[in-house]
């Protein structure tokens, strides 16, 4: 492709677009990333995915602090295009207008649903059954600008933030290379985004990874899935925070594996034990406890977990 891009992206989820970037044969292709921070007990400095890509593949790479150095890169690149992978910058319209062809952004949702920085979570939180990707053209608003393309693809009813995060990331980058070659032949549509459809992906809180057991089973499910791999959601047991990370809702009977005569359970209480699983009451039917981790242990298997803590069925998490 006869373009000069300037590629800005950070996490994980922008490194299949930038390899179908290099792939593609581009005149000239410059990176940009955040930069180096402090990271861990130690606090050493720790590069992005994206720096360690670029420089793995020897390309002009650029780690600005802030708009007026980002700008400063566009002057000296002048690209024809840039493209903005979860880059994590908000752009100013004096960056937005600079390259020719404009800016344009892969966002992991099908806008106007999910517009923000948490689309995949909170997609995985509602419990949607579908879910997609957007090449946009950038613009003022949070993901508001014109549509160039979408892909849309099921979730799986058992389908975890890693593996849709790196589904998604796979086709985002599929869809960005088509949006490419679209613009290059200055066939690129401008779909206009209906703002009555509108909803939002605010970033996660602290307070969503706790557990509340009075909640019903399936959304105590979708929220466990939506925090796996990270940050994880966690309940309390014995005083101290265990997090879950693999879970089954398992219907409305809260008592299963207690006697007959037992009463309802109150959520959080354990209602049955088996070799493999454990159950858990909710506010709406049981939980089925397959994989978690004590604190300052490994993760592990419920069965695992069985072994050493000798739970039954009365005892409780907070």
Request: proline share 8%; glycine share 8%.
């Amino acid at each position: 492709m006869n373009l000069n891009v300037l590629f800005l992206g950070t996490s994980s989820f922008a490194l299949p677009s930038l390899r179908k970037l290099i792939e593609s044969d581009l005149s000239s292709l410059t990176v940009v990333t955040r930069p180096d921070r402090p990271a861990g007990r130690g606090k050493k400095s720790s590069v992005t995915p994206v720096k360690s890509e670029a420089l793995k593949h020897n390309l002009t790479l650029f780690q600005p602090e802030g708009r007026t150095e980002l700008y400063a890169v566009l002057e000296k690149t002048n690209p024809d295009l840039l493209i903005n992978v979860a880059f994590g910058m908000f752009l100013p319209p004096a960056v937005l207008d600079y390259p020719p062809l404009g800016c344009i952004n892969l966002h992991p949702s099908l806008l106007p649903a999910y517009r923000g920085a948490a689309p995949i979570q909170r997609a995985l939180m509602s419990g949607e059954e579908h879910t997609g990707v957007t090449v946009l053209f950038m613009s003022s608003e949070l993901d508001a600008g014109d549509i160039i393309l979408q892909e849309k693809t099921g979730i799986g009813p058992h389908e975890n933030y890693g593996s849709l995060h790196d589904r998604l990331a796979e086709l985002g980058a599929i869809k960005l290379l088509q949006a490419l070659d679209l613009l290059e032949k200055g066939a690129a549509p401008r779909i206009r985004q209906d703002e009555e459809q509108a909803t939002y992906a605010p970033p996660l809180t602290r307070e969503e990874e706790k557990i509340i057991w009075s909640n019903p089973a399936i959304q105590i499910f979708n929220q466990v899935r939506a925090l796996d791999p990270l940050p994880g959601a966690y309940t309390r047991f014995r005083n101290k925070r265990l997090k879950i990370w693999k879970t089954a809702p398992v219907g409305e009977d809260t008592s299963q594996g207690t006697k007959e005569d037992f009463a309802p359970l109150s959520p959080g209480t354990v209602s049955l034990v088996a070799k493999d699983y454990f159950e858990v009451a909710s506010g709406q039917g049981s939980l089925r406890v397959l994989e978690l981790q004590p604190e300052g242990k490994r993760r592990m298997s419920a069965g695992d977990f069985l072994k050493g803590y000798q739970l039954k069925v009365g005892d409780s998490f907070e």
